[in-house]
């Protein structure tokens, strides 16, 4: 079970960002940032290193090129703003399978995690 707490972006393509928080009593899972072309790389960015202090780690999905390329920058944007603090960040990536308007479709998972 999640809240949503707070829409980035609409597109008519990928749908639209979601930043997951989940309910008190919930055991809590990776929160998930689902990018599409249109996202602003500093708005993901942001999130991100508001996820990456709280929770230790996020999940980027994105699905197409132009999602990924908003994606990679944001991760590079969101590594400038924890580097003062002297975290590092690392991305793993991973293939998932997602359900766009009854079509399931490829996507790229981005885990960004901490350097341990």
Do not use: H
Request: hydrophobic share 45%; with cysteine; aromatic share 6%.
């Amino acid at each position: 079970m999640y809240l949503v707490n707070y829409v980035l972006t609409v597109n008519e393509f990928c749908g639209y960002i979601i930043i997951r928080i989940p309910k008190k009593g919930v055991r809590r899972t990776m929160s998930i940032l689902k990018v599409s072309a249109k996202s602003s790389p500093n708005s993901i960015a942001g999130a991100l290193t508001g996820f990456i202090k709280e929770e230790g780690a996020a999940e980027i999905q994105a699905v197409g090129a132009g999602a990924l390329n908003q994606a990679i920058k944001a991760i590079a944007i969101a590594r400038g703003f924890v580097a003062p603090l002297g975290i590092e960040l690392v991305c793993i990536p991973a293939f998932t399978e997602v359900d766009i308007d009854g079509q399931e479709k490829t996507a790229i998972r981005l885990i960004v995690e901490p350097r341990k």
